[in-house]
């Protein structure tokens, strides 16, 4: 079956350059997305890129794609305190836009 | 757009009750999706409707549990009876054809 997996926690100063990594196993993913999730909230789409894609950049955000791998990266330049929040990497798993979510990523910002 | 609404957002109970989360989906969404959050286990799915009907249940934990979706703008997850292990935030989510899931603010449950 599928599975998503990430790192649980991650700890960047302000300013510096944060880098959240995921590795999936379904090779046939068609979408592969990042959700953030602040306290308290459900959560948002921050960005996603196609599966024939390598690299998508948006604004602070580039997401790295390596298909042969499996592997997603999420790169926050500029890293600041309202960045503090958990990251999911998520794939589509296939038809009726099924999403298979990861175990989400703890960012915390230090001032 | 009020985004997917989620009722109640809080909700303690005690063990043996029954308990029912009601979700309203984004109008125009045709897929509508059930997840239970927890520290221990993350975010896991439940169940997903598509056009109001049930197409993956394999993620509802067991018989206690059961989901609806009479009509394409009102779905319930009710828990018959409750028990504490179920205490959880609760997320409803809503999706057109293009993936994007938009989820709701979540009802944490709390079972005494």
């Known amino acids: 079956g599928e599975d998503v997996e990430q790192s649980l926690f991650l700890s960047v100063r302000e300013g510096d350059s944060s880098v959240?990594?995921?590795t999936y196993t379904d090779s046939s993913s068609t979408y592969l997305y990042w959700y953030k999730q602040e306290p308290g909230a459900g959560l948002q789409l921050l960005t996603y890129i196609f599966s024939n894609m390598d690299m998508k950049q948006d604004q602070r955000l580039t997401v790295l794609l390596n298909k042969?791998?499996?592997?997603?990266?999420?790169?926050?330049?500029?890293?600041?305190?309202?960045?503090?929040?958990?990251?999911?990497c998520a794939e589509n798993s296939g038809g009726y836009q099924?999403?298979?979510f990861g175990t989400g990523t703890k960012l915390q910002v230090i001032p | 757009d009020a985004g997917v609404i989620q009722s109640p957002r809080h909700e303690v109970t005690e063990m043996g009750q029954e308990v029912t989360l009601r979700c309203k989906p984004i109008s125009g969404h045709n897929s509508l999706f059930w997840y239970r959050q927890t520290m221990m286990r993350g975010l896991e799915l439940l169940i997903y409707f598509n056009?109001?009907?049930?197409?993956?249940d394999s993620g509802m934990p067991e018989d206690r549990f059961s989901a609806k979706m009479p009509n394409a703008s009102f779905s319930t997850l009710k828990i018959q009876p409750s028990e504490p292990r179920d205490s959880a935030v609760y997320f409803c989510a809503s999706s057109r054809q293009d993936n994007e899931q938009f989820f709701g603010p979540g009802t944490r449950l709390t079972v005494l």
């Open chain 1, 68 to 88: 042969k791998d499996k592997h997603l990266s999420l790169r926050i330049a500029d890293t600041q305190t309202g960045d503090s929040a958990i990251y999911f």
């Open chain 1, 98 to 100: 099924k999403v298979t």
């Open chain 1, 20 to 22: 959240i990594n995921c």
């Open chain 2, 51 to 56: 056009n109001n009907v049930p197409i993956d």
